[in-house]
Every structure is written in C-alpha cells, then in structure tokens.
C-alpha cells in the first residue's frame, strides 16, 4: 500500500519555530524513549517528538505486566529499564536466568510494575541524557528532497506550524505515522499464508478458539491443564438478537462479515483494549462510572456467555472477564478475555485515522470497558461472585491523574507494518530461517488477538484469534534490514514498531522490550550514519554490529539450552 506523498511545504507560517537535531525520533514510545537516549549518548543531539502528553507509550499506559519472554534475549536500554524501575520495589532481576513458567507466558512476575513509576523513569532517563522533547507534536506532513538519487527526510511539519529539521529521522510510533507520510510503502493486510509461505498468516480460525461446549475447569491459576485461561472460553453462541431468527438481526458487539476461507488474504488488525490498572485499596480508589449512554443491552452477548458458562459447570469469577495480574501496592493490571477490554473490528480504521478521529476511537474503546464493567458489578443477571468480586476495584487516584485513573494510551497491538528488502516471517520467528545482520533478539509467541467476532456455522466466532508457541524455537534474530525503507523510497528514516514483517511475524515481534531493543539499535545506526554521511542503508553492518554489542545488545542466541516458547 502506498500512501498518498505529502506536497511540498513552500513557506513556514510566520509564527512557526524551526527546531533543528542532528536526529528526530517521532513517537516517545517506550521504543522512542530508548532511541532518544541511545543517541544523545552517542553524542548527537537529539528531538524526541510525541503526539500526545505521556512518554514510554504502554510500558507506562497500563500495560504493567510486562511480556518479557526469556531474559537473557533481552540486553542494553530495556534491560538497564527494567533493572532501574524494579529497583524501586527492591527487587532485583536476575537476566541470566530463564523466564520460570507457572502454566502461562513469560509475563509478569518480578516484571510487574506500576505505570506511574514507569512514566518516571523514562522521564529520568531522557533528562539525564539531554534529549529534548516536544509534546503534542502531531505530524502533519512531511518535507523531502533527492540527495545523490536517493530521497531524504530534510524536515517534518507539525499541526501548529513547527518544522523539525534533522539529518537522521527515526518512526517509533506504534501506527508508522512518519513512515507513512514519508511515503514508504507498508501494508495494512493479513498477507495470506501463500504470500510469504506461511501457515498462521490471512484468515484463521484456530481450533483453539472455536466455539464447543465441555470445556475444562481451571486450576488455582486461573487455567486449565493445557495452559488455556478460563477468560478464553468460546461457547457455541447464538448471534440474533430473536435466538435463532437470523431475520432480527445481530447482538450488539457481533459484525457482519463472511467467514472467508483459512489462510486467504483479508483486511484488519488485532483488537486494541485499554490495559487497566485497577486497586482494591479504598483509600486510593475512584468509582469506575458508566459511560452517559449506558445501556444494559449492549452486553445481552455476555448474559449468553454466562449462561453457558453455568451450563458448563463454571464457577465464575472475575476472571472469566479479564485475566489479572497482581502489581504492587494493591494495584492489578488488567487484561483482556473472551468477552473483556478488547473490542474487535473497532481497530481497523486506527491506523490511517487522523488525531481527532483517533481520539474517538479510543473514546468508544472507553466507553465499552466502563459500561462491561458497570455491567459485570451491578447486573442481577451476572453472578453474584462475579459481582462482588469486580465491586472491590476502582481506578487508583495516583495512575493516569490527568485522566481520571484511566489509561492515557490504548493498547494499538498492530497497525501499519512496512514493506521493506527485508520481511520477517514466521520462518524466521519459528527458527527455519536465519534474519542476517542481527540487531537483536525477539522471544515471544505467536500472539494475535482476534481480528473479527463474525457468525460462522450460525454461532458467535473469534475469527484471528492465535495465541501458540513457535515450534519450542529458542530466541530469534531481527535483522537490520527489517528497519530500513526501501533505498528508493527512503534514506535517512528508521522504523522500529510498524518495522517489516508479516502479520503472523509481527505477532510475536510486538512486544514492549524488543521495541525498545530494535528501537536502541536503529539509533545506533542512525547516529553512526549521520557521522559517517552515509545513507541507513548503506551502512556497513560491519560498524554497527560492535556498537550494539558494546552496548550490550544481545544479537545472536547462545544458551546451551534455549528456553521453550511458552504456548
């Protein structure tokens, strides 16, 4: 997909200011926040623009139980991070040890962190080392000229008239913003499994998650023998708002759509969710209020559910609705379920929709949460369990306080990925192929959430829906190139979220730390082509590779016996 390229800006309004760095990372991400540093310590000066008003995007936004996958992949600024924020808590994390399962993923644990110390130290981090940033620095275009034929990012235009000039640009952005108005090429498509020769690519319906009665009951983990967690349970719903009448149409929270077929090429990205930070500390805890609009029959498709559920045998609690892991200071970081915080085909426009539309988006994103919650605490028709469980949460005063308690970023799992020379693949996060030129290291499953919730065979289906291991393969290489544009398009631009890869690929890819350690190294990069007046792609990765390993990224997979991905 090609967007459309920006017009060149002739004249910069009178009032407008024009910063200057050697490199602008767009984006203060927990990625933006590592390549910001990253390169004022090599000695460049450095512009870390963001859109909004927070740095460390989900690390510090609510996603509080990190998904670390094994840590001894992780090195340099995300492990020094880590280190630095536990320590506030007075643990100590031992990297060279691999991650101890407990029936489910590398997630959580001595990991477990509260957003408002997060935001602190990154905030730390970028004072000490010099960078300076602007916030709400929302992109509006961008400015590029041929250098030797190879086009080049000479400055990016803000909504109020700034300009920022610099001589390396990075995107850490989790939608490819600047990417995107560069005018590189990326896809918003799930490939197909034919594409790229894969198997968990394009339309799936993973057996996993597909509707069925006779599901197993959990242990004191909150998951059944095979790993599975009692908030992924698909029941054999009916869809219609006049059980089995097709002509009533459907309940809210289903879409229409035609189920397609496995492993063919289709539209639209995971499901995004506000990671929740709730307590059950009265003395720091504000009432989680309905949206204005409230209306108890939006959830009748979770009434069903519940009502399987107790066909079953389940004895519910709340964490057939959000699994949640404990934090410290009475703090829970919640996650998402069958029926939970995520709100499939809700997504899809995310990625291309402009800041205003985007924070409508997130509004509606909001707006379900509260009212599931409000539904699961008061609703007679909910168990009184599950009622008297969720009434001992609210939003803690000392989180997201210029928001009410509520998280300040949303979680976008997958929005723009670039099309580069390089494309990761699932050969590669599953150990067939080998990424060359390693920047560093991803360890995670293969986790998609689901893409769509449709009617197939006349029952409620996640369709998207994978969450499996990749072949018990240790950790994998990211290769530098997966971080570079095509030379036509772009040569002073690294991206290091919406990076290339297929969709199944980037499933795994995602996760916060490795974008802070692909983020860390393309800084690296950045720095040294800007000193060496060199082009990102025609940077000798025979410069770089030192670099990071002096830094202390790990780039190659070592241990005599690599931990198995958790499935």
Not at 36 to 48: D, E, S
Not at 389 to 399: A, N, S, V
Not at 482 to 493: D, I, Q, Y
């Amino acid at each position: 997909m090609k967007p459309f390229l920006t017009a060149l800006i002739l004249a910069t309004p009178a009032a407008a200011v024009v910063h200057e760095s050697d490199i602008c990372v767009f984006g203060g991400t927990s990625g933006g926040v590592a390549a910001a540093v990253q390169a004022a310590r090599m000695g460049r000066t450095v512009i870390l623009a963001e859109p909004g008003r927070h740095l460390g995007g989900m690390t510090s936004g609510g996603l509080s139980a990190v998904d670390i996958g094994d840590p001894r992949s992780v090195g340099g600024i995300a492990r020094e991070y880590f280190t630095r924020l536990v320590a506030v808590y007075g643990k100590k994390l031992e990297w060279d040890q691999p991650f101890k399962s407990h029936g489910g993923p590398a997630t959580g644990g001595a990991y477990a962190i509260e957003p408002h110390q997060a935001e602190r130290v990154f905030e730390e981090m970028i004072t000490e080392s010099g960078v300076r940033v602007l916030r709400e620095a929302r992109l509006s275009s961008v400015i590029k000229a041929d250098e030797k034929g190879v086009p080049r990012i000479t400055s990016i235009l803000l909504e109020n008239g700034d300009q920022i000039r610099a001589g390396m640009f990075i995107d850490g952005t989790y939608e490819g913003d600047l990417m995107a108005k560069a005018g590189v090429g990326f896809t918003l498509m799930r490939e197909g499994n034919a594409r790229y020769g894969e198997s968990f690519n394009g339309i799936q319906y993973d057996p996993r998650f597909q509707p069925r009665t006779g599901h197993l009951q959990p242990g004191p983990n909150g998951r059944v023998k095979t790993g599975q967690g009692a908030w992924d349970r698909d029941f054999p719903l009916d869809p219609y708002i006049v059980p089995g009448r097709p002509d009533s149409g459907l309940l809210p929270l289903v879409d229409a759509g035609d189920p397609g077929t496995p492993g063919d090429p289709a539209p639209g990205v995971q499901a995004y969710c506000h990671r929740l930070c709730l307590t059950t500390d009265p003395e720091n805890s504000l009432p989680i209020t309905p949206p204005a609009d409230y209306d108890p029959k939006r959830y009748e498709l979770v009434v069903r559910f519940i009502e399987a559920c107790r066909r079953n045998g389940d004895d519910m609690d709340l964490r057939w609705f959000s699994k949640h892991d404990p934090l410290p200071n009475q703090k829970w970081d919640f996650n998402t379920a069958t029926f939970g915080g995520n709100l499939p085909g809700a997504s899809w426009s995310w990625p291309e929709a402009s800041y205003a539309r985007r924070e409508r988006i997130a509004k509606l994103h909001e707006d379900y949460h509260r009212g599931l919650l409000h539904f699961l605490a008061t609703d007679p028709r909910v168990p009184e369990k599950v009622r008297n469980d969720m009434r001992r949460f609210g939003l803690p005063r000392d989180e997201f306080k210029d928001s009410g308690g509520w998280p300040h970023q949303i979680y976008v799992r997958e929005a723009r990925r670039m099309v580069g020379d390089l494309v990761m693949t699932e050969h590669h996060t599953f150990g067939r192929q080998v990424a060359p030129k390693s920047v560093g290291l991803g360890g995670y499953g293969t986790d998609v959430h689901e893409i769509r919730r449709i009617v197939k065979g006349g029952v409620v289906t996640r369709e998207g829906k994978l969450a499996g291991g990749r072949g018990d393969f240790g950790p994998y290489q990211i290769g530098y190139d997966a971080l570079v544009p095509k030379r036509s398009e772009c040569g002073n631009l690294l991206v290091t979220f919406a990076l290339s890869a297929s969709h199944t690929a980037f499933a795994s890819i995602r996760m916060e730390p490795v974008l802070m350690i692909t983020s860390q190294s393309a800084a690296t990069a950045a720095a040294l082509a800007f000193e060496r007046g060199v082009t990102v792609q025609d940077l000798d990765y025979a410069d770089l590779k030192p670099r990071l390993v002096r830094d202390g990224q790990v780039l190659e997979w070592t241990a005599e016996k690599p931990a198995k991905t958790p499935r």
